[in-house]
C-alpha cells in the first residue's frame, strides 16, 4: 500500500499577529472545486484569505467569491445556532433551540414515520454537488435508513450527471481536458504536451469552473498557442479570441455534434488506427451520420454550414485537441446521446488518454465516493422502492444511484408510489435554483408532516417549509476530503463559528442516536474517524489509481497527494478489472454504438430531437412566444443562490441580469438596464437588461437563483420576482430519465412599467395561488 508523504511545505506558521494556515476550501459557500488557499487568522477569527502560490492546482489564483470569504464568514445574518419553527410556515417565525433539542426532535420525528410510513418516506435532497456529493447521500442511507436521496428537484438530474452517464455508457469511463492538473510540475512535466486545439462547447470555463476545472488554464494554454473552438449561442471573451465561433441555437447541440461528425467520419478526417483498435459500432455510427448532412444541421443549429465543415475539420487536423464542455449538453431531453455524440468527436480523432487530449478521471487514491456512497447499508428491498421515473428503465432496473427529482415531486403531489411524509434539504434551496416550475415546487414542499434545512442563512426554501434550521459549517470550519477528480485534497478545520457543525459532525452526531449499531460497529464515533473510512473506500475493480490505507491524519499531513499517473491507460490494461487491454465496456472497446444503452432500451446510437418547445416543435406557440430562453447565466460574484446578501457581490452585482442582443432590445424600445419582464406560457419574472451587441439575436440568456435577502422573509425574500424557474418546466426529461430543457424553452420579452409590475410574481405566488397559465 502506498503511504502519502507529508507536505514539503509547512502548514502553519507566523507572520506578526497572524497565524497563517495551508488550506482548501470547497464549500460552502464555494464552487465545484478545492482551491488552495493560505488563511490569516487573528484572535481565532479569520482575518483575510489569499490564494497560496505554492498550490500547483490553482498556482495562488482565486476567484473572487473565495478572496471575499472573510464577509460570508461573519455576516450578521449566517444562521448561528439551531432554530425551530413557532409560527406558520411561510411567517418567518423561529426560537433559538439548543442541538441536544433539535437532536431529539428529529429522532421523534423519524422513528415515527419509519414506523407508521416506512423509511422510505423520507427523502433527502442536496444541491449543486461540492463538499456534500456523498455526505447527504449517507445520511440517507446510513442515517435515515431511506432510498430516496436526491438532487434538490433538479429535473432530469440535469447536471453533468447525463455527460457522465454517457461517458461510462460508452467507455466505462469518465474523461476531462488534460491542462496537465494530474501532475505535480503541471505544465513542467515532461509527460504532458500542450493542446494544439481547444474545444469549448457550450461552457464559458473562466466564469463558470466547473468540475475538477479551472478556466484560467484554458488561457494559460492560449499563451503557449493552444487555438480555441467555442460553441455557444453568444459571443465570450474566449470567443472572440477563438479561431472558430460558431453561435448556435440552444438545444441542437446533438444536431450539430452529428454535422461534425459526418463531416469528420465521411472525409477520413479521424483517426484510423485508434478507430480499427479501439472502438465499436463504428460503421454503424458512420450509417448514422449520413442522416445529418451539414446542410441540414446549418438549418436547425443556426449556424453557417462552411463554418461548421472548417471547424470539424479544424478540430479533427489538431493532434492533440482537448474538449473541454458545461452544462448546456445536459439541459436537453437528448442529454445522453448529445454527451455521446460529442464524446465521440474527440476519442475518434484520437485525443482519449494521450498528452493534452481528453484524460481518464478517476478520483483520486482510488477513493470511490459519491452519490452511492452508503447504499450498502440499505437493503435490496428497500432499494427497490426509491423514487424513479416508471417510464425509464435505466432507473427502474437500479442503475443510477440517485432518486430522481421528478419522480420525488410526483410522489409529493399524487402520494404515488406512496406518501412522502418527511423532506431533508441540506444544502440545497430549490425554489430559488434547481427546481424547475418553482411554483410547483413551493406548493409540493408544503406536503410533508416534517421538514428539515441545513445551510448557512436562511433561505426562501427555509422559511417556506421548514420546521427545523440547522447552521452549517464553512469551509475552514470544517474537517473534509476532496478527492473529485485528481488530486486528493485535505480540508481542515481552522476556526469555528458560535454552534455551526459540518456535514460530517452532523452526520455522525445523528448517526450514533438514529443508528448507533451501525456506527458502533463502524468505529465512527468523531468526523475524524468517519473521514479515515472515506479515505479508504477503495473501488475494488479500479486497477488505477493505486490504493493506500491512509488516515485522514496522515492526509491532513499530506495536504494534497497526486497519483502516479500514465497515459493511453486502455493500451496497458489498467482500465479493466481483468487487467486486460481495452476498455471497462461489455466489448471491452469505446462504443460508437453504446450497449449499455441498447439493454435499457434506449437508442444505441447518437440522436437528436427538437426540444419540447422550440420554434419548431411549438410553431405556434412561438408565435407569441418568439424568442428561445436559456438560464443559468453565471456571473463572477455569485454560486447558484449563493451570496446575495454579501455586500461586496452586490455591489458589483446589484440587480439580476437578463443578456438581450443589442439591436433586438432597440426594436423593442428597450434600454440598458431597464426592468423587462420575460414571459411564457407558464409564469413570467423580472429582471434588468444587459444589452449585448454579441449576444444571438434570437435568444435570451437569463441569470438564474435569484432571491433578494435584504426584502422580508415572510415574503420569502421576493423569491419568484425574477426567478427563471418560473418559466422551465419539470417532467420533460429524456427517455433514460436523464436531462431537461433548463436552457433551450421560448419565451416573449416586454418593458417593464408601473402599470404591469403592480402584482409582482412572489405575490402571485404565495398570496393568489400561482400564475395559473399552464401547468
Known amino acids: ?237 474566449l470567443a472572440s479570441r477563438a479561431e472558430y465561433f460558431l453561435q448556435i441555437r440552444p438545444g441542437t447541440d446533438g444536431a450539430l455534434a452529428l454535422g461534425m461528425l459526418n463531416v469528420i467520419i465521411n472525409e477520413e478526417l479521424y483517426d484510423k488506427e485508434f478507430v480499427e483498435k479501439w472502438t465499436y459500432g463504428f460503421d454503424e455510427l458512420k450509417e448514422r451520420v449520413q442522416e445529418w448532412p451539414v446542410e441540414k444541421v446549418a438549418e436547425i443549429t443556426w449556424i453557417p454550414a462552411d463554418l461548421i465543415k472548417n471547424a470539424a475539420r479544424f478540430f479533427a487536423k489538431a493532434s492533440p485537441a482537448a474538449l473541454q464542455w458545461g452544462l448546456p449538453i445536459d439541459m436537453h431531453p437528448t442529454g445522453i446521446t448529445t454527451a455521446v455524440a460529442i464524446s465521440t468527436i474527440s476519442s475518434i480523432c484520437g485525443n482519449f488518454d494521450v498528452p493534452g487530449g481528453n484524460i481518464v478521471a478517476r478520483q483520486g487514491r482510488n477513493i470511490a465516493i459519491g452519490y452511492m456512497t452508503g447504499a450498502e447499508f440499505i437493503s435490496e428491498e428497500l432499494w427497490a422502492k426509491h423514487l424513479v421515473p416508471k417510464d425509464t428503465p435505466m432507473h427502474n432496473q437500479g442503475v443510477m444511484g440517485t432518486a430522481q427529482g421528478d419522480a420525488i415531486l410526483e410522489a409529493l403531489e399524487t402520494n404515488t408510489p406512496y406518501t412522502v411524509k418527511m423532506l431533508w434539504f441540506q444544502s440545497t434551496n430549490p425554489i430559488a435554483c434547481m427546481g424547475a416550475e418553482a411554483p410547483r415546487i413551493y406548493n409540493a414542499i408544503q406536503k410533508p408532516d416534517f421538514n428539515v434545512v441545513v445551510d448557512l442563512f436562511m433561505t426562501p426554501t427555509a422559511v417556506a417549509c421548514a420546521d427545523l434550521v440547522l447552521p452549517c459549517a464553512m469551509g475552514n470550519e470544517r474537517n473534509s476530503v476532496r478527492p473529485w477528480w485528481f488530486p486528493v485534497r485535505a480540508i481542515n478545520k481552522i476556526t469555528e463559528y458560535e454552534e455551526c457543525k459540518s456535514d460530517e459532525e452532523l452526520l455522525v452526531e445523528l448517526g450514533n442516536r438514529l443508528n448507533p449499531e451501525l456506527f458502533k460497529e463502524m468505529g465512527w464515533k468523531k468526523d475524524t474517524d468517519l473521514l479515515t473510512w472515506i479515505c479508504n473506500v477503495i473501488n475494488p475493480e479500479w486497477n488505477w489509481p493505486e490504493k493506500w490505507d491512509a488516515t485522514f491524519e496522515e492526509l491532513q499531513k499530506q495536504h494534497i497527494s497526486f497519483d502516479n499517473w500514465s497515459y493511453r491507460k486502455h493500451e496497458t490494461g489498467l482500465l479493466r478489472t481483468d487487467g486486460e487491454p481495452g476498455f471497462n465496456t461489455p466489448t471491452g472497446k469505446l462504443e460508437c454504438s453504446c450497449l449499455a444503452l441498447d439493454s435499457f432500451d434506449v437508442d444505441p446510437l447518437p440522436y437528436w430531437e427538437e426540444p419540447p418547445e422550440s420554434p419548431v416543435s411549438t410553431p405556434v406557440l412561438a408565435k407569441e412566444y418568439p424568442f428561445v430562453l436559456t438560464t443559468g447565466r453565471r456571473s463572477w460574484e455569485f454560486f447558484h443562490s449563493e451570496h446575495r446578501q454579501l455586500p461586496t457581490m452586490r455591489e458589483f452585482h446589484p440587480d439580476p441580469l437578463v443578456t438581450i442582443n443589442t439591436e433586438t432590445a432597440a426594436k423593442m424600445g428597450i434600454q440598458e438596464g431597464d426592468w423587462v419582464w420575460v414571459e411564457n406560457m407558464r409564469g413570467r419574472m423580472r429582471q434588468r437588461a444587459k444589452l449585448k451587441p454579441t449576444m444571438h439575436p434570437n435568444v435570451i440568456s437569463a441569470e438564474h437563483a435569484w432571491w433578494f435577502p435584504e426584502q422580508k422573509g415572510e415574503n420569502l425574500f421576493g423569491v419568484f420576482d425574477s426567478n427563471a424557474n418560473n418559466l422551465t418546466k419539470m417532467g420533460q426529461y429524456g427517455p433514460t430519465g436523464y436531462g431537461a430543457p433548463y436552457k433551450c424553452t421560448i419565451c416573449k420579452i416586454y418593458k417593464g412599467t408601473e402599470e404591469n409590475s403592480k402584482v409582482m410574481p412572489t405575490e402571485e405566488v404565495i398570496k393568489k395561488g400561482g400564475f395559473g397559465y399552464v401547468k
Open 1 to 237: 500500500m502506498t503511504k502519502p508523504a507529508e507536505y514539503h511545505l509547512p502548514l502553519e506558521w507566523q507572520e506578526g499577529e497572524y497565524t497563517v494556515y495551508r488550506n482548501h476550501h470547497w464549500s460552502g459557500p464555494g464552487c465545484h472545486n478545492a482551491c488552495a488557499i493560505l488563511v490569516y487568522v487573528k484572535d481565532g477569527k479569520v482575518a483575510k484569505v489569499e490564494g497560496d502560490p505554492e498550490s500547483p492546482y490553482n498556482q495562488g489564483r482565486l476567484c473572487m467569491r473565495c478572496l471575499n470569504m472573510v464577509e460570508a464568514y461573519y455576516h450578521s445574518d449566517r444562521i448561528k445556532w439551531p432554530l425551530k419553527r413557532v409560527g406558520a410556515r411561510g411567517e418567518n417565525k423561529w426560537e433559538r433551540i439548543s442541538w441536544d433539542e433539535a437532536y431529539n426532535i428529529i429522532e421523534e420525528k423519524v422513528t415515527a414515520i419509519k414506523k407508521e410510513y416506512g423509511p422510505e418516506a423520507i427523502v433527502c435532497m442536496e444541491g449543486t454537488g461540492r463538499n456534500v456529493n456523498w455526505q447527504v447521500p449517507m445520511m440517507a442511507y446510513s442515517v435515515f435508513g431511506t432510498p430516496n436521496f436526491g438532487l434538490g428537484f433538479l429535473s432530469g438530474d440535469a447536471c453533468y450527471l447525463p455527460r457522465c452517464a454517457a461517458m461510462y455508457a460508452q467507455m466505462g469511463d469518465a474523461t476531462i481536458a488534460d491542462m496537465s492538473q494530474q501532475f505535480e510540475k503541471r505544465y513542467d512535466d515532461p509527460n504532458w504536451k500542450c493542446p494544439e486545439v481547444v474545444l469549448i462547447w457550450g461552457n464559458n470555463p473562466l466564469v463558470s469552473n466547473g468540475d475538477g476545472f479551472l478556466g484560467h488554464w484554458i488561457v494559460d494554454v492560449m499563451k503557449m498557442g493552444a487555438k480555441l473552438i467555442v460553441i455557444d449561442p453568444e459571443a465570450t471573451w
